[in-house]
């Protein structure tokens, strides 16, 4: 059974910065992607960044520039960098890991931006 646990989350300033962490208990071979997204209330869960197996990156608007996602393929953890947090930053981060079976979703982790 795969496992995916996110970590990092927690409450910062606006303009600070956080580290989020995924990893997956998946073989690397069965990992076509993986990405991180986010879903405040009341919104739908969005895209924020997602990185695949040969290290294409993306972003959504609202963030690119700001955070930067990385993958540690030797621990099958990806990274979710997020420096100049604004307070509509505020969500659930969602880790997503697309394997071979299907997408498998972490359990999520709150960030929360004051201001």
């Known amino acids: 059974q795969v496992r995916v646990v996110e970590s990092g989350g927690g409450l910062v300033q606006a303009g600070g910065s956080l580290r989020l962490s995924c990893v997956a208990s998946?073989?690397?071979?069965?990992?076509?992607?993986m990405g991180w997204y986010r879903q405040a209330p009341g919104k739908q869960r969005e895209l924020v960044a997602r990185?695949?197996?040969?290290?294409?990156?993306d972003y959504s608007d609202s963030v690119r520039g700001r955070f930067t996602i990385s993958r540690d393929l030797a621990k099958n953890t990806v990274y979710l960098q997020m420096n100049s947090l604004k307070p509509e930053d505020t969500a659930v981060y969602y880790c997503?890991?697309?394997?071979?079976?299907?997408?498998?979703w972490g359990p999520g982790t709150q960030v929360t931006v004051s201001s």
């Open positions: 990185v695949t197996d040969i290290s294409t990156t």
């Open positions: 997503n890991a697309e394997t071979v079976w299907g997408p498998k």
């Open positions: 998946v073989n690397i071979f069965s990992l076509n992607a």
